[in-house]
């Protein structure tokens, strides 16, 4: 099956700072989406970005699905901003998978006042 | 718009016991989703459905069984709890044929002592 990684698994920023997280996949996707984890274990979906750019307020995502990676990009970094980040992607190998998500083991980000 | 709703969302059983966690969702949607997620790691897909009457295995099934009698509903049976189902459990859902993210409910933690 297709394989995820995210890079890199732990982060650990000053409040305000920029950051970008990396999302590689092993195979043609026809979902892509960016999940954030709460400290309460919610799963808040950030972006559905299977191609392309997409921005919501210090967030923005950027899919280059040609070259099979995923960009996360968080600027200005608040507390609320800590958690764990979530890449998961649906294949299309030759046929439909129903929209099955494989996830990466995704990145914790700590943000310190 | 309740979007998906999971029942319970704390759980402990003892080993030997079975139990059923609910999922239901209001947006008419074709497919469902029973994902784990164990400490430290990413989601895995236990179960899906495409719809009423129509369910395959994911990742991880072993230990479970799920029914889907309507398209609403999508719960995921335990029969005999085991110290390994230990886990937070997600429900998800998907509009068929849509360029559309997958919801996801707020999950059931369940531990198994």
């Known amino acids: 099956g297709i394989q995820v990684e995210q890079s890199p698994p732990d982060l650990i920023l000053q409040e305000g700072a920029n950051s970008t997280l990396r999302c590689n996949f092993s195979d043609s996707v026809n979902n892509l989406q960016w999940f954030h984890q709460n400290p309460w274990g919610q799963l808040i979906n950030l972006f559905y970005?299977?191609?392309g750019t997409k921005q919501n307020g210090r967030l923005s995502a950027t899919t280059v699905a040609t070259e099979r990676y995923s960009l996360l990009y968080i600027s200005s970094s608040q507390t609320t901003d800590s958690g764990v980040y979530f890449c998961?992607?649906?294949?299309?190998?030759?046929?439909?998978?129903?929209?099955?998500?494989?996830f990466g083991q995704g990145t914790i980000l700590t943000v310190h006042p | 718009n309740a979007g998906v709703t999971q029942t319970p969302k704390f759980r402990i059983l003892k080993i030997g016991q079975s139990m059923t966690l609910q999922c239901t969702q209001d947006?008419?949607?074709?497919?469902m989703y029973w994902y784990r997620q164990d400490p430290g790691m990413g989601l895995k897909l236990i179960y899906y459905s495409v719809g009423a009457g129509i369910t395959d295995k994911g990742e991880v099934p072993n230990g479970y069984n799920v029914s889907r009698s309507t398209t609403e509903d999508f719960p995921l049976r335990l029969e005999l709890a085991a110290p390994s189902q230990t886990s937070v459990y997600f429900c998800?859902?998907?509009?068929?044929?849509?360029?559309?993210?997958?919801?996801f409910g707020d999950g059931t933690r369940l531990s198994i002592l």
């Open positions: 998961a992607v649906a294949s299309l190998p030759g046929g439909t998978s129903y929209g099955k998500l494989t």
């Open positions: 947006m008419n949607h074709n497919y």
């Open positions: 998800a859902s998907l509009e068929s044929g849509s360029n559309q993210p997958q919801h």
């Open positions: 970005i299977p191609s």
